[in-house]
């Protein structure tokens, strides 16, 4: 990020140092604020990520471990689809709430087992020699039914129900807390940005009266949604989709 | 005017004039440089510093910061840290306002990030010591110390600095905050009250004149 003042100019795009530099320019404050302005930039940033004001779908391809696990990225907030790349497409694993997720020992060292096999009951036809009710053909799903994964949140991680995974690359569609160094921050939330850190600032000086840190947190709302809008405006044709929802062609008689 | 100017004035000053008769006489100029170095220090802290504070304009200060561009970076390794030595003794202020810049030798652009003392452990603890690779300094008495962000390639870097009155050269220009210059004076008797009167034998007794 070193080189980001050549790289930001006139750019749709800007990084985290640029919204600092420019809170800084607009509240006069030196360089002695600058690692705090910062992280509150980030602070700010992570908030309009975590509460979907900005949309930050990002996807990265993991490597299974030995035990079937893959730990998720460090910005990670939510997954949207968990799936592995086959013949040239995009292929879905299917959700299994059934899995049983690892044990946790003595001083959080993670016990692994391996996980393999398959959907027991459900996807044996036939269970000794007799028609198995449990099977319901429809448990399949769309997606890739021959491996199976479920989050351990409380872990981090993803746990896959499959043999032969490990070293496979599983690709992860997830909501990213949109933090590292290569963040990229539309020029449009800066406003919202600023109002962040004015807040934050305002709301721990004690010289400041009631009501002008009222103001400054009212800014920071008011900053906040008019992004949410922007971010999450309806294009012409959803509009004209609404629009048209209630109107019926009658019978030609 | 030159800190030469400045001290042959007071010692014209000191010699006659004005001056309170019992500080009439000569002083040694290291003497007169050191109380002069006292007054100046207190006037950038109580007139130019709060002045710079209460405005929000830290540019008041610019006019008493020197630049020395190549300042070696060392290698300090039972810490596992690099350090430089500041090359001069420094006015003091709040949040180590005495060191006003520190960047790259050739490039103002890469400002390096002022870091409390103490405070490494909150921020290498939070998302921004891996977001932002610029390096921090924090400073140690005569030295300032460098984040692992500074890279082992860099071997000096450029330092603005408020020197001290003592550690400035005969010919270097002295700044007194404006409409203070009389006020140097005044302070400066001040300071030299108390002083014991000039030796006029060469017995080495203290207890003679």
Known sequence: MNGSNQNTQNAAYVDMEYVASQVRLRMNLDNRWHEKILQFVIDGFAELNLNDTIPNVTTAELTVDSTNIVDFPRDYVEYISIGVRFGGRYIPLVLNTNIVLPTISSCGEIEREIFTGTNGAFDDKTRDGYFNPDYRSYTVGGAFSDAYYRIDHKGGRIIFLTENFTGLEVILQYKSLGISDQTCIPRASIPALRAYVQWTLNNNDRTLSETRIETSRREWIRERNKLYAVNHALTSEEIMDIMRTHTHRGLKG | MTKRNLIDLLKHRLAGGDCPQELKGKY???????????????????????????????????????????????????????????????????????????????????????????????????????????????????????????????NGVLMKLIPAFSSLEDNDEVSIPSAYAKSIFDLVFQSLMGMPPEKMSNDNNSNVP
């Open chain 2, 28 to 154: 040694h100029p290291k003497i007169l440089e050191k109380h002069i170095e006292i007054v100046q220090n207190y006037l950038i802290k109580t007139v130019a510093y709060r002045e710079a504070e209460k405005q929000n304009d830290w540019g008041l200060l610019d006019a008493y910061t020197k630049t020395y561009p190549n300042v070696a970076v060392n290698f300090d390794e039972e810490r596992n840290e690099y350090y430089c030595d500041i090359p001069i003794s420094i006015v003091d202020l709040p949040q180590n306002r005495g060191i006003r810049f520190i960047s790259d030798r050739q490039n103002q652009a890469v400002q390096y990030i002022y870091r409390d003392n103490n405070s490494v452990d909150i921020f290498s603890n939070l998302d921004i010591d891996r977001v932002s690779t610029k390096p921090r300094w924090y400073r140690e008495s005569d030295k300032v110390f460098f984040s692992r962000h500074l890279s082992s390639l860099i």
